[in-house]
């Protein structure tokens, strides 16, 4: 069982930035792919971006390719997403999530933990 915690999300305006994070335990954590999802009330949950489990490679939805940036470490158990140049549009409460697995995964039935989720709101 893996127990994944995220923290960070806030309001912040326009333009503005945030880091996530995502605190893993119950497994370790380098065997492990890390993805963000997000969601707004109304709307299925909907893929942010991904690293594999060593770091390596990284992949961004279109939305927030240039403006997100994943990462993790792995001397910490955590993962992070660093979004700068937030628009309102980007409001939504932000998930991670985790899979043992060597490859690089965006669908959300490939992850089989989740946390609770953190609100980000940015405000125009």
């Known amino acids: 069982q893996v127990q994944l915690v995220e923290s960070g999300g806030g309001l912040v305006q326009a333009g503005g930035s945030l880091r996530l994070s995502c605190a893993a335990s119950?497994?370790?954590?380098?065997?492990?792919?890390m993805g963000w999802f997000r969601q707004t009330p109304g709307k299925e949950r909907e893929f942010v971006a991904a690293i594999r489990r060593s770091g390596g490679s990284t992949y961004y939805a279109d939305s927030v390719k240039g403006r997100f940036t994943i990462s993790r470490d792995n001397s910490k158990n955590t993962a992070y997403l660093q979004m700068n140049s937030l628009k309102p549009e980007d409001t939504a409460v932000y998930y991670c999530?985790?899979?043992?697995?060597?490859?690089?995964?965006?669908?959300?039935?490939?992850?089989?933990?989740w946390g609770q989720g953190t609100q980000v709101t940015v405000s125009s």
């Open positions: 999530a985790c899979v043992a697995g060597g490859s690089i995964y965006f669908r959300e039935y490939e992850y089989d933990y």
């Open positions: 119950g497994r370790t954590f380098s065997s492990l792919a």
